[in-house]
């Protein structure tokens, strides 16, 4: 094969025969095909101007930005997402955590393929089902109330839906398996015999736990907590199923701006901004925190760390 | 009379629709420009024929396509269609290239004025029907020059409806939903344009249409309307929503169609629809084709065919929507009349559409921060 593929002569100026090239781009190709043209496209209408009752202008108009600075319902969406992404991503780590652990340390393979599995199957479900089935569940005549007034957490079986805690529940049951996915991983690649030489020279679990497991897994914590948070900025099904409209996130907003009031240059304005903010976050933290976040690294050391 | 048959039927119609819009807009999109047989003169082998899906779509089939095609020879390629603010630009996207996705569309007012905005309708000789006359003069659109654009398909009313387990009796006026007796136990439709709740605000505590006029007014309209947010346990767009939590009384109460609440009764549902004391909403559909659409001749007898009156007679007794002909042409018995339509046409609000179109961005704006706040 080798032989052939010296056989293959360069052009005579020493280029790739064009085919070639064609191979070598694609990335490049789908790259911009995929991401860049779609994304330009974004920015490009967002300066266009909406006709109501009509469709849109083709003209530069700043109007939109305008628009998003001079009300403080989108500003107040947009700080409403944050903080629920945050409250998603804090309970994702809190379960996840304990969860991810247990499965990088047990000897039971058995036992890690189960949970694994159990884990990963969720995704197969679209958000739709799964938002329905918390609905379900959340009702008053549902599993999670019945059991608070069994418990005598309630003096009678409150429904959730459509509500607050359970839009963050919803959130957060959908977003752990990438939490748990992030940590296994780097919570695995911790040597165990860092742990044992700690036990070793006298620590107990929880001053190895801390000393030594949780600085080693902090890339793993930081790019799982990034992960869910992206994710949870973005979540427009759940909240539609089983929040009220003080429970809309911003891309609900989007949405509505596009599918219901056919203003598609304010929905593109408010996706750049959404965008922004996004990316400053990911790039702040990255920076603070010094380390290699979805192959993104602040410093060489990162990227060698 | 034949026995409605509607437990067969999805018991969420336009609630189907949201979730079958994608692939109906993927269809209509896929059909763009090769819409079936045509022969040159107008007169066309096939019709394409689009309408909202679930039951809609299913009955429009069985009650007025079926026996179209029996009379005319001319068959209808039937689909489901996605809301206005999809089908719109489709329609657009399709009619600036030329292309006809489908011959005839069924469409709700403020879809109608917004494709009358973009140029997108065909416009229809009156002379060449035979049974306009029996069609409510209200429910035909004429563009800016007096030609007839859209011709009433159907028409549906907004009611306040209970579930008789939870309360005996349900509330019976739009003042209710200002009653702080009533607090977080209603269900409330979102977006304005949908539920039109601007118009029943304006109709109860101000000066109905004419308290809509300026956008002064319009805010006026709004603040008193806000007051309606604490009595709102659900704001639903998706009519399944709201109908599930009803029917097991979780949401006890609220704003529904009245078509659908007949539906769910037929299927056994603890519900009853009320005609409200100030007037039900009346939302409506008018048949409409894109200008580009080279079949005028068979939409012609299509649309003529569906405003005999035993036609809408039929469609109502199967859809329980309410007839879009004069009411004394209708041949409904008085119980049919009154299940469907309740006190008439001529007691409903009739919203204004116009504003919900032409002031879309500013109407859309205060009702975000009015539901959004609550």
């Known amino acids: 094969m080798a032989h052939e593929a010296q056989t293959e002569p360069a052009t005579d100026s020493g280029r790739l025969p064009p085919i070639k090239y064609l191979v070598v781009s694609y990335p490049a190709i789908a790259l911009v095909t995929l991401f860049a043209v779609p994304l330009l496209l974004l920015f490009v209408f967002s300066f266009f101007r909406n006709i109501s009752g009509g469709y849109l202008r083709y003209v530069v108009t700043a109007e939109n930005y305008v628009r998003f600075l001079q009300e403080p319902l989108y500003l107040d969406r947009l700080v409403f997402s944050l903080r629920i992404a945050a409250v998603t991503t804090l309970g994702s780590l809190v379960l996840g955590y304990p969860l991810a652990y247990r499965l990088a340390t047990t000897d039971s393979s058995l036992l890690r393929r189960a949970v694994m599995v159990l884990v990963v199957s969720s995704l197969w479900l679209t958000f739709i089902i799964r938002g329905y089935a918390w609905a379900v569940l959340l009702r008053s005549n549902g599993l999670f109330p019945i059991l608070a007034a069994e418990l005598g957490l309630t003096d009678a079986p409150v429904s959730l839906v459509p509500g607050y805690w359970a839009l963050v529940v919803s959130m957060v049951y959908v977003f752990l398996p990438f939490m748990v996915l992030t940590l296994y991983t780097s919570i695995k690649n911790v040597d165990h015999e860092l742990r044992e030489a700690a036990r070793n020279l006298g620590a107990g679990p929880i001053t190895t736990f801390r000393h030594v497991t949780l600085p080693l897994t902090k890339d793993g914590i930081i790019s799982g907590s990034l992960l869910v948070f992206v994710l949870s900025m973005g979540v427009y099904v759940l909240p539609r199923i089983l929040g009220n409209p003080p429970q809309w996130t911003l891309a609900v907003v989007i949405g509505n701006q596009v599918t219901v009031e056919s203003n598609v240059p304010f929905g593109a304005t408010l996706s750049i901004i959404l965008m922004l903010v996004v990316v400053a976050l990911i790039a702040v933290t990255v920076r603070l925190a010094g380390v290699d976040t979805f192959g993104v690294s602040a410093t060489e050391e990162g990227e060698q760390g | ?374």
């Open chain 2, 1 to 374: 009379m034949k026995v409605p048959d509607n437990t067969k039927i999805s018991q969420n119609r336009r609630g189907f629709l949201k979730y079958t819009s994608v692939a109906g807009a993927g269809a209509l999109t896929a059909l763009s420009g090769c819409v079936g047989g045509f022969s040159g003169d107008g007169t066309a082998s096939s019709l394409t024929v689009s309408s909202f899906g679930g039951a809609f779509k299913e009955i429009l089939e069985a009650e007025l396509y079926e026996p179209f095609e029996e009379e005319t020879g001319i068959s209808i390629e039937s689909q489901a269609q996605g809301g206005t603010a999809e089908i719109i630009p489709r329609i657009r996207s399709a009619v600036e290239n030329g292309n006809a996705p489908v011959d005839v569309l069924t469409v709700p007012v403020p879809g109608v004025l917004r494709g009358l905005n973009s140029d997108l309708w065909m416009t229809h000789e009156e002379s060449e029907f035979e049974n306009l006359e029996f069609i409510s003069d209200d429910l035909m659109k004429y563009d800016d020059d007096g030609n007839l654009v859209g011709i009433g398909s159907q028409a549906w009313l907004i009611n306040l409806v209970h579930n008789t387990e939870e309360t005996d009796n349900g509330p019976t006026s739009w003042t209710s939903l200002w009653d702080s007796t009533y607090e977080d136990q209603m269900a409330m439709m979102t977006p304005p344009v949908t539920g039109y709740m601007p118009d029943i605000a304006a109709a109860i505590h101000f000066d109905g249409a004419d308290s809509l006029q300026s956008e002064s007014d319009i805010r006026d309209v709004f603040e008193k309307l806000s007051e309606v947010t604490p009595q709102a346990q659900m704001w639903y767009t998706n009519e399944a929503n709201f109908q599930s939590s009803l029917e097991n009384g979780e949401t006890p109460m609220g704003m529904l169609y009245n078509d659908i609440t007949l539906v769910l009764q037929d299927q056994g549902a603890p519900v009853e629809s009320t005609f409200v004391d100030e007037g039900s909403v009346l939302g409506s559909g008018r048949w409409v084709s894109p200008r580009t659409s080279e079949n005028g001749t068979a939409i012609t007898q299509f649309i003529d065919y569906a405003s005999r009156p035993a036609v809408q007679d039929r469609v109502s007794r199967n859809l329980y929507t309410v007839p879009t002909i004069e009411e004394q042409h209708s041949e409904l018995d008085a119980e049919t009349y009154q299940r469907v339509a309740g006190p008439g046409l001529d007691s409903a609000i009739v919203p204004n559409f116009d504003m919900y179109v032409e002031r879309q961005e500013f109407i859309n704006q205060l009702w975000n921060e009015l539901i959004i706040d609550s």
